[in-house]
């Protein structure tokens, strides 16, 4: 790795430390696990990039920018493990999982049946890691539905300080970390840096505009921040292929479908997490649409449309097969069903007061 791969992949690496900060900060219930959760981020991340390089699926550049993520990503599962009444100790359960086995499995995985592919129709087109940074995290947390409702204390709701903090950190460190993904300075940087300034921009525009069209009772602040993450997450997979306008409509789009499935209340983990897979979803689509390489608006060929259906499926499968069997043992966890209320001494549970 020459001096200036490193430089650029350590300014990606930064950016993104910089947002787990920002989540450890704001999030109510992540206060004092940030150390935890750093040291545990740089063990997984490091396992996904050695298997990377020992199995050749991808560049140091690319794996080590893609694992910095993982501390984002444990970050967000460990308060949704939380929400959906998991217990303080047990919640871990659910981003040591992700981390140690899904993202491997999920971001390797991909590019190693699609090693033979390059430059040709059955190439995965995922330049940001959608699929193992937001589709596979996504069906994790819809396994959330496997708790009972009762259990379920739902996302907690960020004051506006903690979403102004959250979404300008969201921007600058998405135009940083796009473009480190590329692991140097070259003729899609200023693609790289136009995708990463642009996607959270614009879902957050679209995602205000719906809040307002809906009525909901959501500051201001607070629907710019979910926007700008969504918008983030719809602009990954096409980011080095996908151009203005395309890119500003692909946002928008995967805003408005993630802000539809999320609903007036952002406080469900489940739907939580679809709003992320819609958006991670029709990201996967954009470069295989509208993509400058074997998108079908430039080159009338149908080819590749079934490449990231087939990728989106088979990780979703992934994470869902690896992670059920923690959401059940959370269900489960010590004989009991987690959330059931207590019952008195005649077989009855005791009124509410």
């Given amino acids: 790795m020459t001096p200036e791969v490193a430089a650029v992949t350590w300014v990606g690496v930064a950016a993104m430390i910089a947002v787990a ?35 050749g699926a991808a560049r140091a550049p690319y794996l ?10 444990m970050a967000l599962l460990l308060a949704a493990a939380d929400a959906a009444g ?23 995985g991909p590019l190693l049946v699609t090693a033979g592919c390059a430059g040709l129709p059955c190439e995965l087109q995922d330049f940001g890691g959608a699929l193992p940074l937001a589709l596979g995290p996504a069906v994790v947390a819809l396994g959330a539905l496997l708790l009972p409702r009762g259990a ?8 506006t300080g903690a979403s102004v903090l959250l979404g300008a950190t969201v921007w600058a460190a998405s135009v940083l970390w796009i473009a480190a993904m590329e692991g140097a300075l070259d003729a899609y940087t200023p693609t790289l840096l136009i995708a990463g300034a642009v996607g959270p921009a614009v879902g957050a525009a679209i995602w205000l505009l719906i809040d307002v069209l809906r009525r909901a009772d959501r500051p201001v602040a607070r629907s710019l921040a979910l926007g700008a993450m969504v918008g983030m997450v719809a602009t990954l997979a096409g980011a080095a292929t996908v151009a203005p306008p395309f890119s500003l409509a692909v946002s928008a789009l995967g805003t408005a479908i993630a802000a539809g499935v999320a609903g ?16 991670a979803f029709v990201g996967l689509l954009a470069p295989v649409v509208s993509g400058d390489a074997v998108g079908v608006l ?14 989106a499926a088979a990780v979703a499968a992934a994470a869902a097969v690896l992670s059920i069997p923690v959401w059940l043992a959370l269900r489960y966890a010590g004989g009991r069903r987690v959330g059931r209320r207590p019952v008195s001494r005649r077989g009855r549970a005791p009124r509410s007061p």
Wanted: charged share 10%; glycine share 12%.
């Fill in 64 to 73: 080590v920018d893609l694992a910095s993520a993982a501390a984002v990503v």
């Fill in 264 to 279: 007036r209340s952002t406080s469900s983990v489940p739907r939580a997490g679809g709003a992320v897979l819609a958006a």
């Fill in 21 to 55: 900060v920002a989540v450890l900060r704001v999030l109510p219930g992540l206060q004092g696990t940030g150390g935890r959760l750093l040291a545990l981020s740089v063990v997984v991340g490091g396992e996904t990039v050695v298997l990377g390089l020992v199995t």
């Fill in 298 to 311: 430039f080159t009338a060929q149908i080819d590749a449309l079934p490449v990231p259906v087939e990728a």
């Fill in 152 to 159: 379920r204390r739902g996302l907690p709701a960020l004051s």
């Fill in 86 to 108: 998991a217990g303080p100790g047990r919640r871990w359960l659910v981003p040591v999982v992700w981390g140690v086995v899904v993202l491997p499995v999920t971001a390797l």
